[in-house]
């Protein structure tokens, strides 16, 4: 028996879990190695960055989502208050970001793997076809983890979680015993300083190891009192992940023997260190680290790897909810509430993105994955402007302060962090979400509402044109046509413009649907009494 209603099994502890489950998962691995081969010592900022701004995305889908909790709420909200076109192309885009991110955790857990079985990869850190199987295998497990219910995947992740903050922790003790300060006096290699912070958000994996702050807000319909502790969630996540991430950056840094780094540079560890902190620990002579992180290496990425898959069959539930996928992708199963159709098409494609490609190893995906995922989030301030404008009087246990002012804030970051992954990204991403724009604005269903759905949509497509011709001529991968600092404050000025855009022509009346068996909503608690039929 199928029904269309998520039941509410999770709390706080389990939301906030989820959250920092995501965030300490590879991430922690590279990003210390990475960064410091783009920023050195100043990679410090682009950390307390990278929160600020997802900080700030935050917040906007914490107002959101305690006010309309919905399941795969990236997705939905969008639709919510600009219509389809605009809600199937961020659904496009959230397809690509979660789906691949299951891949890429997969990837990082084989590759881990190989310390104990050679046979899963080879000299080159790609897998060889026993490493496949073993992926694909990885996968299904986090399948039928997903499978039987919710309150079996919150506890199956609160126990792993609790383990995979001993290593980190453990690795920044030990490792602050080694430091040595004048690490911090070598500078990476060119161009560093500004450039080398905003590139390291992106291309070192600093704002993909927070993104997990997103599945408090996927999984908002299965929270008890949502209202309260997605919010909450989201914030205590942040801050508890920026304050290990930040520790494990310098504890790394100032642990590298100043032999290796002087001969090497921050960017030439790369190639001694294929894992940075395992072979910082064997470069150390400590033996019984190595073993830990070897281990923790395998379970962080597994577990991420599992919530992310699960967090991908709620987006692609909200997707079939909103109208864009067959219904049976929108059905629950009544027994374990799980959206099993969507759970198994999840599989299908997190299956594809580990198959041979260009793509191999971990960092392969990275600055695709980051860029795919904040445009995913690239509309929630829109949105919340919309909300403000058309819905004064609905109810927000959370309301963001000066949102005024922090909304198309938000944007603005979130347009900066996709410009900042640079051309070799954008290059690939954006023209198919202009070609998703562009498909379903001809092959869409044309009824009563198609042509007030087109209305709404126009800033979105002009968003992704003019986003793309300005990263093709900046300094970030572009042909540098455009140069600093004059390419970003056309990048900020494009971003206003455009979320100023987006909240005139939205909907007037946000098409909000009431989900069937979210009895605070029918109980007309939050926004279900703003239900345009």
Not at 34 to 54: E, F, H, P
Request: net charge positive.
């Amino acid at each position: 028996m199928a029904t269309t209603g998520l039941k509410k099994r999770l709390g706080l502890v389990d939301l906030t879990l989820l959250g920092i489950g995501s965030m300490i998962g590879s991430g922690w691995l590279y990003a210390a190695l990475n960064s410091s081969g783009y920023a050195g010592a100043n990679t410090g900022w682009a950390w307390i960055l990278g929160a600020v701004i997802v900080l700030l995305i935050g917040l906007v889908y914490a107002e959101l989502s305690s006010a309309i909790p919905r399941a795969g709420g990236f997705v939905r909200y969008p639709n919510y208050s600009h219509g389809n076109i605009v809600g199937f192309v961020i659904g496009v885009s959230s397809l690509l970001a979660y789906t691949s991110t299951a891949g890429v955790e997969v990837e990082a857990v084989r590759q881990y793997a190989v310390y104990w079985w050679p046979a899963l990869g080879n000299p080159d850190g790609s897998p060889t076809g026993l490493g496949f199987v073993v992926q694909i295998g990885l996968l299904v497990l986090f399948f039928l983890l997903n499978y039987w219910s919710v309150s079996f995947f919150g506890r199956v992740n609160t126990i792993i979680t609790t383990f995979k903050f001993i290593v980190p922790l453990l690795a920044i003790v030990t490792l602050l015993m080694y430091f040595h300060a004048p690490n911090l006096d070598v500078p990476p290699p060119p161009p560093g300083g500004a450039h080398g912070v905003f590139t390291s958000l992106t291309g070192a994996g600093i704002v993909f190891a927070y993104l997990g702050f997103r599945q408090a807000v996927d999984f908002a319909s299965e929270a008890k009192n949502p209202q309260r502790n997605v919010p909450l969630a989201i914030g205590i996540a942040i801050a508890v992940s920026f304050v290990i991430y930040i520790a494990l950056q310098y504890a790394f840094m100032g642990a590298v023997p100043a032999n290796l780094l002087s001969q090497h540079g921050w960017d030439g560890l790369k190639q001694v260190f294929q894992s940075p902190y395992a072979d910082l620990a064997r470069s150390l002579g400590i033996t019984w680290l190595i073993n830990l992180i070897l281990i923790d290496a395998v379970i962080s990425p597994a577990r991420t790897g599992n919530i992310y898959l699960a967090g991908a069959s709620r987006v692609l539930f909200a997707w079939a909810r909103n109208g864009h996928l067959f219904k049976i992708f929108g059905e629950v199963d009544a027994k374990s509430g799980v959206p099993r159709g969507a759970l198994w098409l999840s599989l299908l494609l997190a299956i594809a993105w580990t198959l041979p490609s260009e793509f191999q190893v971990w960092g392969g995906l990275i600055g695709a994955v980051t860029s795919a995922t904040v445009f995913t989030y690239m509309p929630g301030p829109v949105t919340l402007g919309a909300f403000r404008r058309h819905l004064p009087t609905m109810q927000r246990p959370f309301r963001l302060p000066l949102s005024a002012l922090l909304s198309p804030l938000a944007f603005v970051a979130s347009t900066l962090l996709i410009y900042w992954s640079g051309w070799s990204v954008n290059e690939i991403l954006i023209p198919i979400l202009i070609v998703a724009w562009v498909a379903y604005a001809i092959f869409g269903k044309k009824n009563a509402q198609f042509t007030r759905d087109l209305s709404c949509a126009w800033w979105l497509l002009a968003y992704y044109i003019v986003l793309l011709a300005l990263s093709a001529l900046g300094t970030f991968g572009g042909s540098g046509a455009i140069g600093a600092p004059l390419d970003m404050i056309l990048i900020v000025a494009a971003s206003l413009i455009c979320y100023f855009w987006g909240v005139k022509a939205s909907l007037k009346t946000p098409d909000i649907t009431e989900e069937e068996d979210e009895s605070e909503l029918a109980a007309g608690k939050t926004s279900g009494k703003y239900v345009s039929q």
